[in-house]
């Protein structure tokens, strides 16, 4: 069964401070990755996206993720955090074939303090 | 367009309440799925379908049951709702193409108290 992990539970950061939230997860065989953000009352938005190729993905709102194969994690990364940043950030995971359904991380809070 | 909708926003049910949970996609997916999102827990699968008339369960179904009657809309029904099922339960849909472009959807949320 596929599992993922994410370390950092609840980051606080200031204003113009550069960002990584560590993911790693367990599976077998080929997957797509996923960064979800959840600002805060609000349904889920797709922040960045790993397919195949590249394995430096970029995102909306200047995130970007690398895959890393060989250590099993999707790290999401972001230069400079704007106050605006502030919101629940969770990894996920689906197989490439066979069941369609995310796999979930547990969430990062993140709270960027002006 | 209107993408995943779901009804009702929120609602507050009684111990041994029954209630159904709607969700409909005018995307034309195939995939749908129901998520509950509890603190610190992220998402949880309940149960999804891959297709009109199917249902499958997922990681946390206990107390829950689905129907997938009509492609657009799946429902989600608790019998008898135990406050342990306070959550915020959030459907989403994807599409059956393989590859690129097969990202989930996902409605608005719905927030269930039961007290």
């Known amino acids: 069964a596929q599992s993922v992990s994410q370390h950092n539970h609840h980051v606080i950061l200031s204003e113009a401070a550069s960002l990584e939230l560590g993911c790693n997860y367990s599976y077998g065989g080929t997957v797509n990755l996923f960064w979800y953000v959840q600002y805060p009352g609000q349904h889920l938005q797709l922040l960045l996206k790993?397919?195949?190729?590249?394995?430096l993905v970029k995102g909306i709102k200047g995130f970007e993720a690398e895959f890393i194969k060989s250590k099993f994690s999707f790290n999401l990364r972001k230069p400079s955090v704007q106050w605006s940043d502030t919101a629940e950030y969770f990894c996920a995971v689906n197989e490439k074939t066979g069941r369609r359904a995310l796999t979930f991380g547990s969430g990062t809070r993140l709270q960027v303090q002006p | 367009n209107a993408g995943v909708t779901q009804t009702p926003k929120f609602r507050v049910l009684k111990t041994g309440q029954s209630m159904t949970l709607l969700c409909a996609q005018d995307?034309?997916?195939?995939?749908m799925y129901w998520y509950r999102q509890d603190p610190g827990m992220g998402l949880r699968l309940i149960h999804y379908s891959v297709g009109e008339g199917t249902t499958a369960k997922g990681e946390v179904p206990d107390g829950y049951n689905v129907s997938r009657l009509k492609k657009q809309n799946f429902l989600l029904g608790l019998e008898s709702a135990a406050p342990s099922q306070t959550s915020v339960y959030f459907c989403a849909s994807s599409p059956l193409r393989t590859g690129e472009n097969t990202e989930a959807f996902f409605g608005q949320g719905t927030r269930l108290t039961v007290v």
């Open positions: 995307m034309n997916h195939e995939y």
């Open positions: 790993y397919f195949s190729g590249d394995p």
